[in-house]
């Protein structure tokens, strides 16, 4: 997704707001096993500080992640904060910022780095299906959530088995 900075390029001390919307990169997400559920959503407000251009807003969109326990679809909704500087390769002096943008051309920046670290930044550890899963048998490999299984599950630890076994003789 690319901004036009040109207008506000004229206008130091100023600021430009801008609502972009487009179909998430599936690339992205495919090393988590996941892709896009909806739209990409960007509103961001750019300021002019005279020498550097300041981008602050939000990301919208809804992914669709393995569930970390089942394996099916866990449909992850994303509103992430979005910060960056964008600069002209001549004043790369202030570029110190892993996210930082530098750019060439004011009327084609492409903001998509930060918006995809945007994204991959509020990516959940654990995503879950729903919140109640009860994940997979790790004795017989059935979808809990879909049917019953009759495997026994150990429910005290067999060490302390043995100590209460000494403490009743
Ligand atoms: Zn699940
Ligand atoms: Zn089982």
């Not at 972009?20 to 500080?49: C, H, I, P, W, Y």
Request: hydrophobic share 35%.
């Amino acid at each position: 997704m690319k901004i036009d900075l040109r207008r506000l390029k004229l206008r130091p001390q100023q600021s430009e707001e801008f609502y972009l919307e487009t179909t998430g990169r599936n690339e992205f997400l495919s090393e988590v096993g996941g892709k896009f559920a909806a739209a990409v959503q960007v509103d961001l407000v750019v300021d002019n500080t005279g020498k550097i251009f300041v981008a602050r807003g939000r990301v919208r969109t809804t992914l669709q992640l393995p569930c970390s326990r089942c394996l099916g679809e866990a449909i992850v909704p994303v509103d992430a904060e979005l910060a960056c500087n964008i600069l002209e390769s001549k004043s790369a002096e202030y570029a110190d910022l892993e996210e930082d943008i530098i750019i060439h051309d004011p009327g084609q920046v492409d903001i998509d780095p930060a918006v995809e670290e945007a994204i991959f930044m509020s990516i959940p550890i654990n995503p879950l299906c729903k919140l109640e899963c009860q994940g997979i048998c790790p004795q017989c490999g059935v979808n809990r959530n879909l049917e019953d299984c009759h495997c026994e599950t150990r429910e005290i630890d067999p060490r302390w088995e043995k100590l209460k076994n000494l403490i009743r003789k």
